[in-house]
């Protein structure tokens, strides 16, 4: 066990988080994400949900100062949002900012092209998000 990690991050994806360099991108997905459709870099995080990872990971990961660093799917037309899952996002990673809404197809191409897609037990409709990975600042 280190210090100061949180005990929901595992070694994999502590692991993943140290290799990847600024502009790279992860997915933490819902539960029903077709992850191993689109990437072969998918981690497990049965049980977890998705804002309680964010909570865990923004102690070690900057968020990308340079472009929109949180993106998540919109719903498909006809369908509704639940505000709350956006909040808890927001809550989770103290962020502020903008978030960009993709369409659900140019989500997937997104996370094709991600570093790695977590799936977690979200069970929230739309509950996918992508963060960008920024530059540490120098201390």
């Not at 005990?7 to 994806?13: A, D, G, Q, R």
């Not at 949180?70 to 502020?96: C, F, H, N, W």
Request: hydrophobic residues 45%.
């Amino acid at each position: 066990m280190l210090k100061n990690i949180s005990p929901l991050i595992s070694p994999t994806l502590l692991k993943v988080l140290a290799e990847m360099g600024h502009g790279d991108e992860i997915v933490f997905s819902d539960a029903h994400f077709p992850a191993h459709t689109f990437n072969a870099n998918v981690i497990r995080a049965d049980g977890l949900k998705v804002d309680a990872l964010l909570a865990a990971i923004i102690p070690l990961f900057e968020l990308d100062a340079y472009a929109t660093p949180v993106i998540m799917m919109q719903a498909v037309p006809g369908d509704t949002l639940d505000p709350s899952v956006e909040e808890r996002y927001r809550k989770a990673l103290d962020y502020t900012g903008e978030i960009v809404q993709e369409e659900r197809y140019a989500f997937y191409e997104r996370a094709k092209k991600a570093y790695a897609v977590v799936i977690t037990g979200e069970t929230a409709k739309y509950g996918n998000i992508i963060v960008k990975k920024g530059v540490t600042p120098v201390c």
